[in-house]
């Protein structure tokens, strides 16, 4: 089997059939690695839109193609077969992030007739892996990060290469690849796109759950406990909900005590995230306590 990691470059224009702007695929870039990840070839083809003559200029200083190289382009329908007969059989294609394949969806819904003709087979997400692996190294990361940053983390050199061409930034991930590879957790990566799921996976927006008698709600998820005695609680009001949070008095059978209970849903495509917590009205007197303290720092 090999390895394709492919980069893309895309400027958003208006189309006007369409009547909404579209992300269109101004560059494909990809270098193809054997087994051990040894550098087979690479894959670099500038595209000539089909809606729009020129090429914004934030896009023309990021990546270097001018108006120019783009009106001497191929046509995406071109660029994209000669890039399929490139990549061949028994391939796992990986890109940085998701974001290349929503912008594929989008080209092949509004440019390629609906079809998908990008050849992708078996699947994965190299920034998944790599930040992943970065963890292992005792990391924090708190968002997502950039091919950049990661290659900087890793001490991965990107000397000589031009990043933000598609070509170049292939060639600096493949490097991060080669230094953290481990091939048992890289395959627990791997997708399969000619799955069904996998397009409705990527394509499924999660959403917080409004409705509290919404079919995808446990109703046992609904229940609380005294945070005191671990009693289950009996429900005094009905729900409420605010901010993407239900709410609802609660009352505690053995110990008397009253508390807030606070559920939030949000659905994704396999499951259902539950976030729960409870909140503990002030006694009279501690109320008082803390007023009296506000009160003297404020003196």
């Not at 290349?100 to 998908?116: A, C, P, R, S, V």
């Not at 692996?133 to 991965?156: C, F, H, M, P, T």
């Amino acid at each position: 089997m090999n390895y394709i990691i492919l980069d893309l470059e895309w400027d958003s224009a208006y189309h006007k059939k369409h009547k909404r702007f579209i992300n269109q695929i101004l560059q494909i870039g990809a270098v193809k690695l054997d087994e051990k990840f040894n550098f087979i070839d690479s894959f670099e083809l500038t595209i000539k839109s089909d809606f729009t003559r020129k090429v914004s200029g934030r896009f023309s200083k990021l990546t270097g193609i001018s108006t120019d190289i783009m009106l001497n382009g191929v046509s995406l329908a071109d660029a994209v077969e000669q890039y399929n007969n490139w990549v061949g059989k028994n391939t796992l294609t990986m890109t940085w992030s998701n974001s290349d394949l929503f912008t594929i969806l989008e080209n092949e819904e509004f440019l390629l007739d609906g079809k998908h003709k990008f050849k992708l087979e078996k699947y994965l997400d190299l920034q998944k892996f790599i930040e992943g692996e970065i963890r292992l190294l005792g990391i924090e990361l708190k968002n997502q990060i950039s091919l950049s940053d990661a290659a900087e983390l890793l001490g991965v050199s990107a000397e000589g290469l031009d990043l933000h061409t598609a070509k170049d930034d292939s060639l600096l991930a493949t490097a991060m690849l080669k230094k953290c590879y481990n091939k048992e957790r890289l395959l627990s990566f791997v997708q399969d796109t000619t799955k069904k799921k996998f397009y409705e996976r990527l394509k499924f927006k999660p959403y917080p759950i409004t409705d509290i008698k919404d079919k995808n709600i446990d109703k046992k998820q609904l229940k609380f406990s005294c945070q005191n005695c671990k009693t289950s609680a009996y429900r005094l009001t009905e729900w409420k909900y605010r901010n993407r949070w239900f709410s609802a008095k609660f009352v505690c059978k053995k110990c008397k005590k009253e508390f807030t209970g606070r559920i939030s849903f949000k659905k994704t495509f396999d499951s259902v995230i539950v976030h729960k917590k409870i909140l503990v009205p002030e006694s009279i007197t501690e109320k008082k306590n803390n007023e009296m303290q506000s009160v003297s720092t404020q003196l």
